[in-house]
């Protein structure tokens, strides 16, 4: 006796989610922390002016723009409002870790490294990944119409072989590839393994953030 089509799928079935990838946002904008973003938005301009070790290395890497990557560890030996910046990271990093379940054993994670961007028009930064932290995360200063979005990819990207492309229309956490827009005073923070890039830059103006690493 043939099967019923009804009979097919005798119970509803579950979809378990494995494995979920988390990002942290948040915005300062508009709060209380609003006079902060000014100042630290300063600061980065007056960085990247004055830096002229970081304006050689940028331009002799094809930066289009302002790092201070290679000539400051951490941007706190810049500025006062670079120090209140940490101290706000730090709160913030450890809620990020504790929504996670990390197993800190007893410690707080702490900034190992923080750098100024300032991406001109047209400037871009390809995929990569923060080897030797944990936590990494970028806080905009100024964000113009038509700046870039953060480009997050799936993890698993390397190891879906035959899988088809996922619809438009699919949820944000099963596209292989998603976008998110800051704004000013967005804060983003991600586990350092997830690899990310920022496409090209298609404002008129200089996009300003401030990128930082933790560890144990």
Known sequence: MPIAPA???????????????????????????????DRLDAGARRL????TAGQAWSDRNGYLGYTSYDSFDIVTDAG?????LTALLDVHVMIYAQLLEMDLRGKAPRMTRSW?????????HGGHVHPHSIVSGTLYLS??????????EDPRHTRMMHAPMRRPSARAD???VMAMAPA?????????????????NRAGEERISISFNYDL
């Open 80 to 84: 006062p409002e670079f120090a209140d």
């Open 184 to 200: 000013r005073g967005t804060l983003m923070l991600w586990e350092s393994w997830l690899r990310h890039e920022v496409p090209t």
């Open 143 to 152: 964000v113009p119409d038509g700046a870039s979005a953060l480009q997050f």
């Open 174 to 176: 099963r596209q292989p």
């Open 48 to 51: 990247a002016a004055a830096d």
């Open 116 to 124: 100024v961007n300032v991406l001109h028009p047209g400037g871009a």
């Open 7 to 37: 009979d097919l799928i005798p119970a509803p079935a579950d979809v378990v989610p494995l494995f979920v990838t988390e990002v942290y946002r948040t915005n300062f904008g508009g709060t209380a922390l609003d006079p902060l973003i």
